[in-house]
């Protein structure tokens, strides 16, 4: 993995990508090298494993990858991923997707995000009022 931060070549996040481990590190590296240094792999990539997602970890990573890497204009594929699973009982996945809500600074997100900071789990709702935070500016 730590290989994989220096390395500049795609070829080494493919196959990182189709490394299982025990803890999905091999999968969460590759994830985020496409999110650093190939944001449209990296938005196809996550989006299509919160489609089948198998594993948390690896789920979290990508809602945290599509917050960095942002729709492609014109697109609300990323936005749409990350407000299903805010609306979501899922704990960590949806502090997640409501923080790359706040990142990706789509003010329609306000309505579906501004309930959990009044009410919830404290992490969700310190996520939530960061993300409003971020939304209204």
Known sequence: RVLLAWSKDPADAAKAWGMKAFDDGFRISAL????????????????AFLRKPDSELL??????????VKDVPGSRKVYD???AVAK???YRSRIAAIQSLGELGEKDAIAVIEPFS??????????ASEALRKLKG
Not at 59 to 68: D, F, I, N, S
Not at 118 to 127: D, I, K, M, T, Y
């Open 32 to 47: 985020e090298w496409w999110g650093k240094h190939a944001p449209d792999e990296a938005r196809a990539r996550a989006l």
């Open 81 to 83: 991923a990350l407000i």
């Open 118 to 127: 009044q009410h919830g789990p404290w992490g969700v709702r310190g996520a």
């Open 59 to 68: 789920r979290t990573t990508a809602l945290q990858v599509l917050g960095r």
């Open 88 to 90: 979501e009982t899922s």
